[in-house]
């Protein structure tokens, strides 16, 4: 595999741009190199046409103002190109030909992609420019969009479930806390529902960053007509001239990623698109419509997505709202980072899990609930004991956690601790592995209880298992 480049293809005006020291790729030079990326694959323009069957019509699977996306199919180990069906299957971007947005959105994703991992950001596997074709080479997502999974009309598929939103928007949130911490502070600029994408178990991962840039390094104010800035609250303020994002998704003065993720929150807990010119008059723009109701708990519940009623308990629908009009908020200086946007949106996914802390519990010992599910603690429940309690077989309802009858919904362990010293419950979904152990079972569960050890050690206050045995090294139910 190689790329090539014709002497045309230098002399291109669309191709003579200055740098501005934003990072782009340079030109190739005479001898018709171009910088490599680490880690990426340059892959020739007749690879990638193969890979795709000339990019037929029938492997379109995506398309906007950049350009196409084709599904093609790439040896596993070699990355060269099979046939279809077989090998992995990848998505490849091929830019627009016309003018000069094309190329500069080619140059940015590399950019971005080529220097950051991240298990939220869509992987760049390689990349092609040849002649005028400029093409990218990613992993491909199974799920799509979310944009695709919550506005889907069709009757027949299973609408997002609240506990799934979560978990959607939580990855999202992770990726985007990555790229505003890393040390270029990069800026997404286009946060949107269709450019986060889904893998075949909902993880989310962030893609599309042809307006991604980096922020400043120095702290100072700036005014350019390239960059776009985190805002005053994550450390730095710009102004920009240039015209990017979505509608609806950009900030008032253009100033910040956590408007555009508030948007999504906000579609999230509606269901409804941020911009229907299809909707009544003055309900066009969901922000200018819906804001107003994210702080009364009454009003919430007239604009909550109906197709989740009853997944979610008040407080954490309310407490989604409150995260939602912070980072909607017009002023940037009130807005949160990124980081303390994913704390709020994990303190509400463990809030729904029923997680407790060292330091509060969750429910008190008389829990009717609790009674309930485990048939009033009975011994036939009574799975495991230690000198911290005891832990009891109990059952919840698969989408809201409630109890019910043994045996349906999902199996759950509830640990109730001695009531001499803490007393509370926690509740752990799932059910303990009974079968015999093989060697690579016992392999993978060593290597993983390892990397949880290794983590530990690693993080920030040094913390210290004390007390790591069998026992304390729980199963889920993935062999």
């Known amino acids: 595999m190689g790329l090539c480049f014709s002497s045309s293809s230098l002399k291109n005006p669309q191709h003579s741009g200055n740098n501005d020291g934003e990072g782009f790729l340079p030109l190739p030079p005479p001898d018709g190199r171009i910088l490599k990326w680490p880690n990426l694959v340059v892959f020739s323009y007749e690879d990638l046409k193969y890979a795709t069957r000339n990019f037929k019509s029938d492997t379109l699977i995506g398309e906007g103002g950049f350009g196409r996306v084709y599904k093609g199919w790439l040896d596993e180990n070699t990355l060269t190109p099979t046939k279809p069906g077989s090998g992995i299957d990848v998505a490849i971007k091929k830019f627009n030909k016309e003018g000069l947005q094309g190329f500069q959105q080619w140059q940015s994703e590399i950019t971005f992609f080529g220097r950051l991992s991240h298990p939220n950001l869509v992987n760049l596997l390689g990349y092609c420019w040849d002649e005028d074709e400029f093409l990218l080479v990613y992993e491909f997502m199974p799920y799509g969009s979310l944009e695709n999974h919550l506005f889907s009309r069709d009757p027949d598929k299973e609408p997002l479930s609240w506990s799934t939103r979560l978990k959607i928007v939580i990855g999202a949130a992770r990726g985007l806390t990555f790229l505003h911490a890393s040390e270029n502070q990069v800026i997404h600029r286009d946060v949107k529902c269709s450019n986060i994408l889904l893998d075949a178990n909902y993880d989310a991962k962030l893609s599309d960053f042809g307006l991604a840039r980096s922020g400043p390094s120095d702290g100072k104010n ?29 900030a008032p003065g253009y100033k910040s990623d956590v408007y555009g993720f508030g948007v999504v929150l906000l579609e999230i807990l509606t269901g409804m698109r941020a911009l229907d010119p299809e909707r009544p008059s003055g309900q066009q723009i969901l922000v200018e419509w819906t804001k107003p109701c994210l702080s009364s708990k009454k009003k919430l519940k007239t604009i909550m997505d109906g197709r989740i009623e009853g997944q979610y308990s008040p407080k954490a629908a309310f407490e989604a709202a409150q995260l939602t009009l912070k980072c909607l908020g017009h002023d940037p200086n009130q807005r949160p980072s990124m980081k303390e946007v994913l704390e709020g949106l994990e303190a509400i996914q463990l809030q729904r899990r029923g997680g407790v802390s060292p330091y509060t519990c969750s429910c008190c010992p008389d829990s009717d609930d609790l009674k309930y599910v485990t048939r009033n603690f009975m011994s036939d429940a009574l799975i495991d004991q230690g000198g911290f309690g005891r832990v009891y077989e109990g059952w919840l309802d698969e989408n809201t956690l409630t109890p019910t009858e043994p045996g349906s919904g999902i199996v759950a362990a509830i640990k109730m601790f001695n009531k001499e010293g803490l007393q509370g419950f926690l509740i752990v979904v799932g059910n303990p592995y009974k079968e015999p152990l093989s060697w690579n079972t016992r392999l993978k569960i060593a290597i993983d209880a390892a990397r949880g050890l290794a983590f530990l050690h690693a993080s920030e206050k040094q913390v210290i298992h004390k007390d790591f045995k069998p026992s304390n090294i729980l199963l889920d139910g993935v062999s």
């Open 222 to 250: 700036h005014v350019s007509s390239r960059v776009m800035s985190l805002g005053p609250s994550e450390g730095n303020t710009h102004v920009t001239t240039t015209i990017m994002g979505t509608y609806a998704y950009v």
